[in-house]
């Protein structure tokens, strides 16, 4: 693990790997491109599930388990989908290890190959082996809507990979319907475009610019795909979320079809959606420092730690049973509070490690402390510590907590308004492109143009925002390049 | 799914199947061997791991995750371990598809073919992968213990399945945590054993018996290997859970050193152990009738149902109204409860549903009833109904819940009891298994008899009980084929 954190100023990418170390929160694995979730990185990704499991829930999802492996032929019913996905997938092809000749070490035994066409995949995203399943179980307007999300491990073969935003295997939920109506789908695809909307302000405390993306940008089989787009420290927008509309595609690929209330056959209707680990990626480099990790409070696994300071064993009884109280006190006013009384560590030790794991308040309790009733008090957002009457600490240890909350996404806020550009040149556009953030600028709507784009700056088109998101800009104008008409300014950014 | 549940009497096997297609709670996948939970199943899993998880996070576990992929030489560096599970590994060769020439499907793209050695496998379980971490993460006694839990799906390559109880993918967890002695890495094997028994007793209302196993039975690259032991309805079985102390097998294997406080370096003490998606299938064989599913009220997804029943417009406001106001005080009570009122479906439909679902109890709500203020309810562990007036339902909904569970619990265990003979000689032996259940009888100790007993009987040595168990028979004898002194009675039985 790192012992020093590069600063941001010096090394953007190593700052952020230096963080994600000293914070614990993911590890690599000897195999390349996958990543461990030690105890503190899998506790965020925890809390995060636990959120997002309730919105699934209150929205009127239920959860399921679909199969980790895919029939090979499966992946090629869909034709776009198989286009995206066929160039990454792992292949498993042999069902045992036998020892090699020299004894030393083991190899596929040919004889467990399976047979030509029986390969299976390790799902990429699983559309094709829940729609399989949707055929079997759909048949009548009562079986419908279908409202259902998975959490699972998914595999995309990825040669350049980065910790959490871009790894070989990762965690995430798909969510997958089935509607009577392309209405009511449509309808679904923005409600979770929605929830993942108030996922991130509400509870990451990152802004996100809800929008559409271009067909380039599309999900492979999808109508359309919705997204959320964050801004990151170094002015690179990072995809955090998608939910997209799948017509009947899927449906179409396999026969999935209903009897509707008028005794017609009718091919159902889909949507799908998705967040995953990278969303600790997007946390991390949202709101982190040169000290180490920034975590907002209703996400922190540990919201408050108290670190008892004592030197004599007269003294340690005293704060011990001091701290006991505060741990209990703090419990019941529903904050995640833990106690670091182990002796192998100093409390200036101690102070550092939470400030590097991102612990948004720290206590610390000593001899003095408890005879003045008062409690020494740190955020970790803002330097600083103030004492608190320790008959008020309560109120103000969850004053406290909502206050950085706020003022996480105030900063982010603050942050993304000012890497925001509204340009119409070309020449203001490149040179707002090579500062970092997003641009808002003309589009002629056409493939070309964003590629040529792409090629020239390095940057996408992130999405165009909804009309609901307060970037949607419907200014007319004409394309910087082209000078084709364009109908609204559209959000262009490097990305990661 | 199956319409009419096969009778035990006549078919228990085809029985547990049309039980858990009928209940919705697992499906069969395209790929052979692989399942689907649909959200009945899921539900059920979700409640259990709730449950689980919070034990584990009583007893100072943390989740963390490893990767799925573990490097096939890995596998090979613990020499009974690999014995174990290289015969069933799912092995990922390719990392791409490409269109076969025909343009008709997909193929492994040969260009993608991973290096000779280098191939993957699909974890069986973690042990290699997490030991190769603990070498890294641990240095000094101040690393230890750790004590990780890990939630995650595994793949063992079984050609005969059967839904829950042997499956090619299964959810699961599997604890591994690092000790720096002997003494405490056993403690440890036999907490998570106690853990086991405890989650098996008082949530599924199974009765258990606490084991070891012998070394024929020994998990792969254990010393030790405890287990509970369950009984099913048709006489068979069913191992629910094991906890092995793993010595410092994997240490060794893995070179994991820490430095002891007198600065020596020494291998650390490891253990492991899992309860899977098995124990639905020990649930559902436990309890389930020839209507259907019967479920613990303590795990069961929804322990209330009501179902209004009305005619009339004007009964349906009156019925609907006082439905509401049920499930708001039930819901306030801390029963899970929720109303069926889609009027797709009739009464005695939904009435037929929730039994073959498992439903606890279920609620009736008619216009009379409402007049009268009274609830009719019908318990699912046993026949009949009764009417309870109104203002006494939710202390009576929470009293008969806990009457449930406790009848289920008395109910398999009686089974048990019968099912559970004492013998000393061979004659008595053979015909007690051949009538099913659990058999008491002494052993010489040695694998040659176990072997032979296996092979004339198909029975096996389930455990040895442990002195804390009641079925712990310390009555020295001879060995029913050889004579030979026997220390204790094992504990036989065929088994799933």
Chains 1, 2 share one sequence.
Not at 112 to 126: F, I, M, Y
Not at 220 to 232: F, K
Not at 392 to 405: E, R
């Amino acid at each position: 693990m790192a012992d020093k954190i590069t600063p941001r100023s010096e090394d953007y990418s190593q700052w952020y790997l230096d963080v994600v170390q000293a914070a614990k929160l993911a590890d690599y694995s000897p195999v390349r491109g996958s990543m461990i979730l030690p105890p503190n990185g899998y506790a965020l990704w925890e809390n995060m599930q636990r959120v997002l499991d309730g919105m699934f829930k209150a929205t009127g999802h239920q959860n399921a388990y679909f199969p980790l492996f895919i029939p090979q032929s499966f992946l090629s019913k869909e034709a776009e989908h198989v286009e995206g996905f066929a160039k990454e997938c792992a292949v498993v092809t042999h069902s045992r290890l036998r020892t090699t000749a020299d004894g030393t070490g083991v190899e596929p035994d040919p004889a467990s190959k399976l047979a030509d066409g029986e390969n299976l995949v390790v799902r990429p995203t699983s559309e094709t082996i829940i729609w399989d399943t949707y055929s079997r179980w759909i048949q009548s307007w009562r079986d419908l809507p279908i409202l259902i999300n998975q959490w699972a491990n998914v595999v995309r073969w990825e040669l350049r990979t980065r910790l959490f935003l871009r790894t070989m295997e990762f965690l995430w939920q798909e969510g997958h319907t089935a509607h009577a109506t392309e209405d009511e789908a449509v309808e679904e695809t923005l409600r979770m475009l929605d929830v993942y909307t108030e996922f991130a302000e509400e509870y990451m405390a990152v802004p996100v610019i809800r929008g559409v993306k271009t067909a380039s940008e599309r999900f492979a089989g999808a109508v359309d795909t919705y997204c959320i787009e964050a801004l990151m420290q170094d002015g690179k927008a990072l995809q955090a979320g998608t939910s997209h509309f799948l017509g009947q595609n899927f449906a179409k690929a396999f026969d999935c079809t209903f009897q509707n209330k008028d005794n017609e056959l009718e091919h159902v209707w889909a949507t799908s959606w998705g967040v995953s680990t990278r969303l600790i990626g997007a946390l991390i480099m949202t709101h982190s420092d040169d000290q180490g990790l920034v975590l907002p409070p209703r996400l922190a696994p540990t919201q408050v730690v108290i670190v008892p300071i004592y030197r004599k064993d007269g003294e340690k009884e005293t704060v011990m049973e001091a701290v006991a109280e505060i741990e209990r006190e703090l419990r019941v006013a529903g904050v995640r509070v833990k106690t670091d009384a182990r002796e192998a560590y100093r409390p200036g030790w101690k102070f550092n490690e939470y400030e590097v794991q991102g612990v948004p308040l720290r206590l610390a309790v000593g001899p003095r402390d408890v005879k003045n009733n008062v409690v020494e008090l740190a955020r970790r957002d803002e330097p600083g510590k103030e004492s608190v009457p320790r008959d008020q600490l309560a109120d103000v240890v969850t004053d406290t907590l909502s206050q950085i909350q706020a003022n996480l996404f105030a900063r982010a806020e603050n942050f993304r308004q000012q890497k925001t550009t509204t340009v119409d040149t070309y020449d203001a556009f490149k040179e707002a492109i090579e500062q970092g953030g997003f641009v808002l600028a003309p589009w002629d709507g056409t493939p070309e143009t964003e590629a040529r784009l792409k090629e020239e700056t390095k940057a996408t088109i992130r999405c165009l925002p909804l009309e609901s998101d307060p970037h949607y800009d419907p200014t007319e104008g004409v394309d910087m390049l082209t000078g084709q008409p364009s109908k609204q300014r559209v959000v262009f950014a490097r990305a990661y």
